[in-house]
């Protein structure tokens, strides 16, 4: 149970007190009330004795009675109703509240930090009430379940349930008096008369013949008196300051003649006038008592209309309390005791039936009673000296009048006990005799009949032991009390007496409790069994709750909270709700206090008992059971348990006007992931937003509220800077740029910034800035938002606001638009303070965009896109969203709401909406640099939503006219790019940068080289074509061009490409179209190929130095030839081209397009050569077919013989000067070293140059060999680079067309083969893990057998067949020439050997036997470039074909020491056929 002021020891004796009734003529009564107080009240403060009170007991021993009171009331002839009584307790209860500021009592229960003391409904939001988590407590507390820790204070302990307590107090005392048991009936009774009256004694005489009527006529059956002589006691009042002293005393001495000095007192009172200022502040001590309500408060209700409202209207509409508050009369009253106090109104309250309902509305409850009473003082009259005269009046009365009147009871009672029993001992010599021998067993509870209803007579020696019994309890004699009510509970149980006999359980449990020293263990089961026969047997609930009560109290006491709970719980029923609710809150706290604290159990039952304190009517004390409860279900995943209560916090908060708690409690039934179903979740969101209007209503001026729905997710807020992308226009297609619709991609936004920085660094000479920062046009949580971000003047600025509705219906937000605060700055850099944020205010700073409605379905995500147009340079900070919320009508409808009369016109119906805001706040990157910021969690700013607008710039938009989707590889097509300046500042130094530079071409920088337009030749061809006349066939047309004239130099980046602009300038609302050429990638599939333009402003801004502009084109290629050549040394020494040998080019094409794209055949019209030392000379071997077609799936060879330039022409050219060859197999020359042939063979020359080529590594003490392998690999490299150029038939859509393009082949060294497209690398074959380290780590730096092969070009000169007649002669000589040419430009040692190294029978049999004659071994040195002949001699036995080239020879570097020694390989077999004639 709940802690109490009182502890059990103290509570019990005075819950049973002495009663004394008061019995007072007019002018007493009249002499009181001029203190606003009755007689019986004006004694109340000082019923409690000062000192310790002795008496004897019937053994004449000593007994010591400690804080004795007593209770003097007026006598009531009429007995209390129930409804009367159950109106008090609804008003006691309702009066007490949770003191405000109390020092929190706080119960560490395991995890939970339980705030028990304080009610704190008005922080609901936060329910007032701290809850820990695991993770809170310290890292070594125990985790144990039980009370790690109690608040301790030295002050003494603060109830934590007062209401329970004044419930308690008020229910003992308003209990009516029974004939069962006599601890309420009246021992005395007071006659009270005034000194004033004409004859005091008659008048007393009159009262005592008045008191002996009400007691012994028959017609009057209450009140209760104890014992038929009842103690009179005469007291003259007398008041002083209008008094007659001398009188008085006279009046005193004649009573105390007549009644005898200890039955008669002159009490003086008033000794000062009420309306006299008074000069000291005399303290008022009844109005604590007063305030209690108690029953034996005098004053008159007059009672207005009470409604009641049934459960049903109580809980399911949401009432307004108008402040009923009733008057309380205070005038004083004529003596009329007819009738109780607590009488109600037959006609006003029909809650005065027994049974009626017990949720009476608490009318006049404490604070009311408090506002009725403010400006009365009670005791005005009275002065300090009077209180001590009261005080000693009671000690005089109890002293001399009643305790000898109770000693002498107590032995009368005990004589004629002993006499009736036959006893010569008095009852305690005896006591032992009955308690120890023959035991009557007790019968159980249900084996006793239903005997509630016997009934003895008033002088039954049964009743007499109950009496001593109850007069030995008032004066805390527990051991005798005990004794008596343990042999009454045997007699009444023998005579199955069962209200008697459970009344003397109760009884005797409790003595035994009390006795001192505690001779025997608490009989709980005596408690039990009255409770059982009290409510099952005698049907009695008040005496059954009085006794829980106590026994609950008892049980606390001993820390048995088990069993208290059980107990209390055990007594809830139906036809209370109040004390149902009082009950089921003290059994929460007894499972709050156990050892090991049940606190799921304590919260249950809390919100058993608010739900009851509901039913009751006590709105406020159901608030409170709820939000304590809320500390324990509060973020535990229990949603509906935390629902329900939030609801109900909500409803109860309404209905006691606390609107924001109530706007609170919705708030958490709504932003939780709520489980409910729809229906029900719209019935709360319909009843948030009607609190919230009535919320709203009252403060219509004040700020903006902020709305719980819908989520936003602020950190997937996007902000875009500038215009929404135009759609294609027919055939012209806008630059793709950056928009919302785009989904961020890391890689793609890294290649992007890699694209800018590139251009930035050309743009300023090779080094990038320190204040660049790449542009971002759309800002997310990827991007990098430390900056304050730059939007420009008159270009939008659109916020993406992410929504989710996380209830299952919908969400309508009407009038939905950005909240925002503008700065804005002068241009001479003055800050101007003003500080614009209301959007009515000042749209010509910044254009709003509203969005008028925007519905968001159950459980559905959203994006909003908001859109603001600032007019004006400045600061912008974006706030949050404003907007309506609402819900859509018909989907469900709740009581006691009705739709609003219709506000709303739009899509959607509207039932009720109101106005607030949400902010956007965007929680910046977790900073992880420094090693504070590693330890600690700190987060960076992020500042997408803080735009400076800056001063205009330039705004470039891009078409693309005729821009393919599908090309085939290397085809050509011709396109056109529209440049559009939409703003109004001129834009310059337009470039355009892309990692693929090889897809297109602008033209060559001179317009010679570029063809004007397509028309210029048959068929709408891309290049730029000169008709031939059948004789150049054969041979190749010669031009040159410079790579620098197609922005390829030796030091520029390829990637980056200046546009062509005329005048280098494009004026405000200027557009200009430019030809733009395209191939097709050589690999086939889907390429994504990123432009970036970049252009500047032509005045220049401070804060943004450039503008970009993005567009992403994705061409489809599919396959149509693959081209693969190879380079070899012509064995033909014919020198009439000139020295440096010939050489014979192979080329395979071969068509791989499967018939996809509707293509026919393809048609290789030129083949073109471009080197700086190589040309192609004529084609050799063509076939009859002059045009080389190929269908699908064919291949073609071409073989061309291929000559160095002239040396001459070589040096005069620069070295970046290409010679172009075009061999022609149609009749119509394309100029290859003019756009876009030349454009893209430079681009892929560049693209081939930038692949990294293996380099051998260089170690500085083999730098000589290094230099010798350089050399001999310098022999065997070329550079050579074909251009195959071709047209493809296309037949689409029953039309042909022709397709052209051009392969590139970049052939580098001699003899190895070279492709057009790119080869796959296979992956390496998985090797054997070695484990041991090899000796020589260092890498062979000998050149390779095909290296050292063209180091020496070796060729046999001899007759193709030789006739001899071997008849005549048997050994044929031939004579054959060697000629050896040194390729390379160093000196060369040669060794020729001519012996055979064959030497197997199969060898011999396939070339033939023949010899070497001669020297068989030369030795000699060639010059560089150097040609030398030796003359040999072969003989030969028989007729045959032979094979010649059996010389082998060996070869090095005349300066190395190191010999490289390897056979020459020669190109192909000298075969000689020998004849006999």
Known sequence: ???????????????????????????????????????????????????????????????????????????????????????????????????????????????????????????????????????????????????????????????????????????????????????????????????????????????????????????????????????????????????????????????????????????????????????????????????????????????????????????????????????????????????????LDQSSDPSNSVDGPDHVRSVSSLHETKKGNTGIIHGACLTLTDHDRIRQFIQEFTFRGLLPHIEKTIRQLNDQLISRKGLSRSLFSATKKWFSGSKVPEKSINELKNTSGLLYPPEAPELQIRKMADLCFLVQHYDLAYNCYHTAKKDFLNDQAMLYAAGALEMAAVSAFLQPGAPRPYPAHYMDTAIQTYRDICKNMVLAERCVLLSAELLKSQSKYSEAAALLIRLTSEDSDLRSALLLEQAAHCFINMKSPMVRKYAFHMILAGHRFSKAGQKKHALRCYCQAMQVYKGKGWSLAEDHINFTIGRQSYTLRQLDNAVSAFRHILINESKQSAVQQGAFLREYLYVYKNVSQLSPDGPLPQLPLPYINSSATRVFFGHDRRPADGEKQAATHVSLDQEYDSESSQQWRELEEQVVSVVNKGVIPSSFHPTQYCLNSYSDNSRFPLAVVEEPITVEVAFRNPLKVPLLLTDLSLLWKFQPKDFSGKDDEEVKQLVTSEPEMIGTEVISEFLINGEESKVARLKLFPHHIGELHILGVVYNLGTIQGSVTVDGIGALPGCHTGKYSLSMSVRGKQDLEIQGPRLNNTKEEKTSVKYGPDRRLDPIITEEMPLLEVFFIHFPTGLLCGEIRKAYVEFVNVSKCPLTGLKVVSKRPEFFTFGGNTAVLTPLSPSASENCSAYKTVVTDATSVCTALISS???????????????????????????????????????????????????????????????????????????????????????????????????????????????????????????????????????????????????????????????????????????????????????????????????????????????????????????????????????????GEVDLNIVILWKAYVVEDSKQLILEGQHHVILRTIGKEAFSYPQKQEPPEMELLKFFRPENSTVSSRPSVEQLSSLIKMSLHYPESFNHPFHQKSLCLVPVTLLLSNCSKADVDVIVDLRHKTTSSEALEIHGSFTWLGQTQYKLQLKSQEIHSLQLKACFVHTGVYNLGTPRVFAKLSDQVTVFETSQQNSMPALIIINNV
């Open 1 to 343: 149970m709940a802690q109490c002021v009182q502890s059990v020891q103290e509570l019990i004796p005075d819950s049973f007190v002495p009663c004394v009734a008061a019995l007072c003529s007019d002018e007493a009564e009249r002499l009181t009330r001029l203190n606003h107080l009755s007689f019986a009240e004006l004694l109340k403060p000082f019923s409690r004795l000062t000192s310790e009170v002795h008496m004897r007991d019937p053994n004449n021993q000593l007994h010591v009675i400690k804080n004795l009171k007593i209770a003097v009331s007026n006598i009531v002839t009429q007995p209390p109703q129930p409804g009367a009584i159950r109106k008090l307790l609804n008003d006691v209860v309702s009066g007490s509240q949770p003191a405000e500021g109390l020092v929190a009592n706080v119960i560490t229960a395991g995890d939970y930090d339980l705030n028990i003391s304080e009610m704190g409904f008005h922080r609901v939001g936060h329910v007032g009430l701290r809850l820990l988590t695991s993770s809170d407590l310290p890292a070594l507390a125990p985790q144990s379940a039980g009370i790690t820790s109690v608040s301790h204070r030295t002050q003494p302990p603060k109830s934590t349930t007062p209401w329970f307590e004044s419930y308690r107090e008020t229910f003992l005392q308003s209990m009516p008096a029974s004939d069962h048991e006599f601890l309420n009936h009246y021992l005395a009774c007071m006659l009270v008369a005034s000194s004033s009256e004409a004859e005091p004694v008659e008048q007393f005489s009159k009262l005592s013949q008045e008191q002996h009527r009400i007691q012994h006529n028959s017609d009057y059956s209450y009140p209760k008196w104890f014992i038929p002589n009842t103690l009179k006691y005469y007291v003259l009042l007398h008041d002083v300051s209008s008094g007659d002293e001398q009188r008085a005393e006279s009046i005193y001495e004649e009573m105390k003649q007549k009644y005898g000095t200890q039955g008669c007192y002159l009490l003086k009172i008033n000794s000062r006038t009420s309306n006299r200022a008074s000069d000291e502040q005399i303290p008022d001590p009844w109005s604590q008592y007063l305030q209690k309500n108690s029953i034996q408060n005098q004053e008159s209700y007059e009672d207005g209309p009470c409604p009641i409202t049934s459960n049903k209207n109580c809980d399911n509409n949401l009432l307004s309390l108008d402040g009923l508050d009733n008057e309380v009369k205070v005038d004083g009253l004529p003596n009329n005791f007819r009738a109780h106090p607590l009488q």
């Open 1041 to 1275: 061009a410079s790579s620098v004239d197609f922005g390829i130099g030796t030091g520029s980046q390829p990637e980056v490409i200046s546009v062509p602009l005329p005048d280098t300038v494009l004026l405000p609302g200027a557009s200009v179209q430019l030809p733009m050429w395209l191939r097709g990638p050589d690999e086939e599939g889907v390429h994504e190929i990123n432009f970036l333009f970049y252009y500047e402003s032509v005045k220049k801004q401070p804060k943004i130095r450039h503008r970009i502009l993005r567009h992403t084109a994705i061409i489809c290629t599919s396959r149509s030839l693959n081209v693969r050549a190879t380079v070899c040394r012509s064995n033909s020494l014919e020198n009439e081209e000139g020295r440096g040998g010939n050489m014979l080019v192979f080329v395979d094409v071969e068509n791989t397009n499967t018939s996809e794209a509707g293509v026919k055949e393809f048609h290789v019209v030129q083949v073109s050569s471009s080197s700086k030392h190589w040309k192609l000379q004529k084609s050799v071997n063509l076939s009859e077919n002059k045009d080389a077609k190929l269908a699908s799936r064919e291949k073609g060879k071409f073989c061309f013989k291929a000559i160095r330039c002239e040396e001459k022409e070589a040096a005069t050219q620069s070295s970046e000067k290409y010679t172009f060859a075009d061999i022609i197999f149609g009749n119509e020359q394309i100029i290859s070293s003019a756009t876009p042939c030349a454009d893209f063979f430079y681009r892929s020359l560049s693209s081939e140059l930038k692949k990294p080529q293996a380099h051998l590594p260089v170690h500085t003490e083999k730098q000589s060999t290094e230099d010798a392998v350089r050399l001999i690999q310098k022999c």
